[in-house]
């Protein structure tokens, strides 16, 4: 009789430390789905912008103001452009921020780090991370262009995202978005390093 009691014992024992478990498990996960569903998870990540001028390469008088903006995990680019002729014209980023050269050549071919064919942004055959497009001047001589990606980052360690030391260059003309390794878009018509 005494056995039969210590071992009823230990089975109200062992239920009572069973249901506890599964009742933290439950708190653990239900509190992590409030978090999820409410959005409540930070990240700890200070913005930072950045704005860098272009000015005119291969005996253009162009010019453009670009700003940049890294903030939860995304870069945002705005682009405005003034004194080009009317018609499309392609933008890249390229591999090197230096625009001494006339016609722009010094700043390289188009940034790769990925080392993916020359394409149209997001398509599934492969693009440069530095394939940004194309965009319309009017008549005017003015055209704007603005994307948000988290393939790129301001000052991060990661060399495949970070376009700091990079230069964006317009071109003359379109991006055909086939021919490699550029996209046959002409000459380099103005151009600005991306620094700090």
């Known amino acids: 009789m005494k056995k039969l009691g210590i071992l009823l014992l230990g089975i109200v024992f062992i239920s009572f430390i069973s249901c506890n478990e599964t ?3 439950e708190t653990v996960e239900k509190t992590v789905e409030e978090i999820i569903d409410n959005k ?20 253009s008088s162009s010019s453009a103001r670009i700003k ?6 995304l870069v945002k680019m705005e682009a405005r452009l003034n004194g080009l002729e009317p018609g499309t014209h392609a933008i890249h980023i390229h591999e090197k921020a230096d625009c ?14 990925t080392f993916e064919p020359h394409g149209k942004w997001g398509d599934e055959e492969g693009y440069h ?31 495949k ?4 030391g990079k230069a964006i260059i317009v071109h003359q003309g379109a991006d055909d978005f086939t021919s490699q390794p550029s996209g046959d878009a002409g000459a ?9």
């Open 23 to 25: 009742k933290k498990e």
């Open 68 to 73: 940049f903006l890294q903030e939860d995990g």
């Open 40 to 59: 409540t998870v930070e990240v700890d990540e200070t913005p930072i912008a950045l704005g860098i001028e272009l000015e005119g390469k291969s005996g």
């Open 100 to 113: 001494s050269a006339d016609d722009a050549t010094s700043s390289g071919g188009h940034w790769n780090p």
């Open 129 to 159: 991370r530095g394939d940004i497009g194309n965009f319309e001047v009017g008549e005017d001589g003015t055209g704007s262009i603005s994307m948000q990606t988290d393939e790129w980052c301001l000052g991060c360690d990661d060399e």
């Open 161 to 164: 995202k970070n376009i700091i």
């Open 188 to 196: 380099r018509v103005s151009c600005g390093g991306i620094i700090q």
